[in-house]
Nanobody, 121 residues
């Protein structure tokens, strides 16, 4: 099994910044893509940003130019730097990792429990 633990959420004013972190641990052979999703009240979970093991990234149009995803493969950690935050960024942010627990097995998606980001004055 693989465990994901997020940190870094909180309350921030519009225009402010936050940095989310997510550390993966457990029976990890390799981690493929990692990403951040978010779910606002009354809305479906949506992809915010994702990064491959090679460093290729993709972002939701709503966060391009404001958010930056990065990862440290040696630490099995993914980060999300969020700048110029807006009230509409308020949501629970979930970490996702597609990981292999053994050579030859297909990758499985794992999820963190989420961290709340609230953007409000």
């Amino acid at each position: 099994q693989v465990q994901l633990v997020e940190s870094g959420g909180g309350l921030v004013q519009p225009g402010g910044s936050l940095r989310l972190s997510c550390a993966a641990s457990g029976s990890i052979f390799s981690i493929n893509a990692m990403g951040w999703y978010r779910q606002a009240p009354g809305k479906e979970r949506e992809l915010v940003a994702a990064i491959t093991s090679g460093g290729s990234t993709n972002y939701a149009d709503s966060v391009k130019g404001r958010f930056t995803i990065s990862r440290n493969n040696a630490k099995n950690t993914v980060y999300l730097q969020m700048n110029s935050l807006k009230p509409e960024d308020t949501a629970v942010y979930y970490c996702n990792a597609n990981a292999n627990t053994r050579w030859g097995l297909p990758g499985v998606d794992y999820w963190g429990k989420g961290t709340l980001v609230t953007v409000s004055s």
